[in-house]
């Protein structure tokens, strides 16, 4: 079958290729020329551990090609995803704009039955959306072309996307018409073979699986984040309550490890999205708005934290962070939790030695007009980061962070003290090795 992707984002790229594995011929499209020519040459524009492998491997086989002619790309394919970004705007709704554009190119290119496929996250009625600007852009052909709108969202956590997309917990579709289904339920027969579910709905019901699944996942996060905070006032042992409720079936393991909060470019964005979604119909969604606060107050407790330590005096103080991106195996700081810690350090007078494993050359980026540039030192390694700082500041819990030998950790700090947003490591270990050691639900009287 012949696939198009229109946008060569994460989404997109990560689809792409790995229908591309799976024996489609996929046309990825995107107006980034610079993007595309790296593609060609098998640059990858984003970090994601195996995506290298499968574009070299499929694009070798003739399988995976780039393009930024869209006309080229509808007219090669029968299904078309589009997999453009939604951002929010202020008022927390998705930004269609790009949804749109794409949708009007289609109906200015198509000649013959097509499914177009919404791939990114998009809000109730979306489908409707691109189905009327398709079919304006026909009338003012004067064309009378049969196609079908779907929804397919996604459901890729960022460091792990092939294993998600290769091997899915499901995958959705939202048809309207039994040739689209059709076409699908093709599609997807490689997974379906090898017996991973496929859940067909309406379209609506589609569109709004992606958001509710997201905002559920969100709100566990600060559910757990708020037990955390409760369990540092009571003097409960928050690891010992998040294994106690985990293991209830009901509950699950997954999403209650507590920390400084969400971020990415999905939950935040499609927890603001409902909230919006429901102010529109006249519905406070108030657990949404509480989960929101939360994780945006997680960051800045974690923070005052810190500050409270040195007596809210940082002037002179230097600080080693370790983590910068969202979370580990990626290099996206897009909602970082890492980015407003640093932010807040950095006004609050400390200088910053700081380090990531991959995404530091993003940081750089969002840090080239800060006010405070020369108080930040992208270290080389995490053990330069550390070299003569006063206190060490945890934000991404890679692996690399995990297995650090703490004895050589307290060596090279100035001071050993610890402020672990991640919880990645066992209080009885740093006492052990006579380290100050703050963490995520640590009792008061600790």
């Not at 580990?328 to 932010?343: Q, S, W």
Request: aromatic share 10%; hydrophobic share 40%.
């Amino acid at each position: 079958m012949q696939i198009a992707m229109i946008g060569v984002g994460y989404v997109g790229l990560v689809s792409g290729a790995c229908f591309a594995e799976a024996g489609q011929t996929v046309i990825c499209m995107d107006v980034d020329p610079q993007k595309i020519e790296g593609l060609r040459q098998g640059r990858i524009p984003i970090y994601e551990p195996g995506l290298e492998e499968f574009v070299r491997r499929n694009a070798a086989a003739g399988r995976l090609s780039f393009t930024t002619d869209l006309n080229e790309a509808v007219d090669r394919s029968q299904v078309i995803f589009i997999c453009v970004g939604t951002p929010s705007r202020d008022d927390g709704s998705a930004d269609l704009h790009y949804v749109d554009e794409v949708a009007r190119g289609i109906g200015r290119t198509m000649d013959e039955y097509k499914v177009v496929v919404n791939k990114s996250t998009v809000p109730v009625g979306t489908a409707r959306r691109v189905r009327r600007l398709i079919m304006k852009e026909l009338a003012r052909r004067g064309l009378q072309i049969e196609f079908d709108v779907v929804s397919n969202p996604e459901f890729l956590r960022e460091g792990s996307a092939l294993q998600d997309f290769m091997h899915p917990d499901r995958t959705v579709v939202g048809v309207e018409s039994p040739r689209a289904r059709d076409l699908m339920g093709e599609l997807y027969r490689f997974w379906t073979e090898k017996n991973y579910p496929l859940y067909f709905m309406d379209v609506a019901s589609a569109e709004m699986t992606k958001y509710a699944a997201n905002a559920f996942l969100a709100t566990k996060i600060s559910f757990m984040n708020e037990i955390a905070n409760l369990c540092a006032l009571t003097g409960a042992n928050v690891e010992q309550v998040r294994v106690g409720i985990g293991s209830d079936s009901r509950i699950g393991e997954r999403f209650l490890f507590p920390g400084l909060g969400y971020g990415g470019s999905c939950f935040p964005k499609d927890v603001k999205a409902l909230i919006y979604i429901g102010k529109t119909m006249g519905y406070t969604f108030s657990i949404l708005e509480a989960t929101n606060i939360v994780n945006q107050a997680q960051r800045h407790r974690f923070i005052l934290a810190i500050s409270a330590y040195f007596d809210h005096n940082l002037d002179g103080k230097t600080l080693a962070l370790w983590g910068l991106a969202f979370k580990p195996n990626t290099d996206d700081i897009r909602e970082a939790p890492a980015l407003t810690v640093m932010e807040r350090l950095l006004d609050l007078g400390a200088d910053l030695r700081v380090y990531d494993p991959v995404a530091m050359a993003e940081v750089q980026k969002h840090y080239k007009n800060y006010p405070y540039p020369e108080r930040v030192f992208f270290a080389p390694t995490p053990e330069a980061a550390l070299e003569g700082a006063d206190a060490l500041v945890i934000n991404t819990e890679w692996d690399i962070f995990r297995r650090f030998d703490v004895g050589r950790m307290k060596t090279l700090l100035k001071t050993p003290v610890v402020f672990d947003g991640r919880n990645i490591y066992q209080p009885a270990t740093m006492t052990e090795a006579g380290i100050r050691y703050f963490y995520i639900g640590k009792p008061v009287a600790e």
